[in-house]
Antibody, heavy 121, light 106 residues
């Protein structure tokens, strides 16, 4: 079955960087875009950006521009999201999600299980 | 960015009831509107995509409607397992913004 498995929880100090991985299985990795979405504790969902596993092209939310980098490794069917210059406001669960399409519309399915990133001194 | 506003923020209903959650966009999103269900400690799951298309495996008591800036998610014959938080999402353009969520208590 289609599955996205993310790396484990992280604790980072302010100013540090974090790199979260998302390993895809059960489908052709290069056939679907992948997104990153985060959710601060008790808060809503915030879209961070998208990566094309086929060519590696990316598009980031302006909010994270300059701080976020999304990459992929086709040999392991894994995408990565690195966020730098962390502050306490980056404490959140980070999700990857695949983007199916009906040719016009897109949605996110499935989602990874989430990775908690806690930023604390 | 397109702002998505959901109402109500929370609601309580009983088994067998019918509830409606509203999502309003700050600009037209045509029919590029999805609905997700999230249970505590779990990742969201898609219920409805393209405003009214039911995702595979989702019970038919879930339905969606709307266009432009106003959309609704309706859950009929509420079941205990429908207790969750529901989010709308526009995919008309990036950034793909979400509503703030509606917490449904059964």
């Amino acid at each position: 079955q289609v599955q996205l498995v993310q790396s484990g929880a992280e604790v980072k100090k302010p100013g540090a960087s974090v790199k979260v991985s998302c390993k895809a299985s059960g489908y052709i990795f290069t056939s679907y875009y992948l997104h990153w979405v985060r959710q601060a504790p008790g808060q809503g969902l915030e879209w961070m950006g998208i990566i094309s596993p086929n060519g590696g092209s990316t598009s980031y939310s302006q909010k994270f521009h300059g701080r976020v980098t999304m990459t992929r490794d086709t040999s392991t069917s894994t995408v990565y999201m690195e966020l730098s210059s962390l502050t306490s406001e980056d404490t959140a669960v980070y999700y990857c999600a695949r983007e199916p399409s009906d040719g016009a519309h897109v949605w996110f399915d499935p989602w990874g299980q989430g990775t908690l990133v806690r930023v604390s001194s | 960015d397109i702002q998505m506003t959901q109402s109500p923020s929370s609601l309580s209903a009983s088994v067998g009831d019918r509830v409606t959650i509203t999502c309003r966009a700050s600009h037209s999103t045509s029919n590029y509107l999805n609905w997700y269900q999230q249970k505590p400690g779990k990742a969201p799951k898609v219920l409805i995509y393209a405003t009214s298309s039911l995702h595979s495996g989702v019970p038919s008591r879930f339905s969606g409607s709307g266009s432009g800036t106003d959309f609704t998610l309706t859950i009929s014959n509420l079941q205990p397992e429908d207790s969750a938080t529901y989010f709308c999402q526009q995919t008309y353009n990036t950034p793909y913004t979400f509503g703030q969520g509606t917490k449904l208590e059964i």
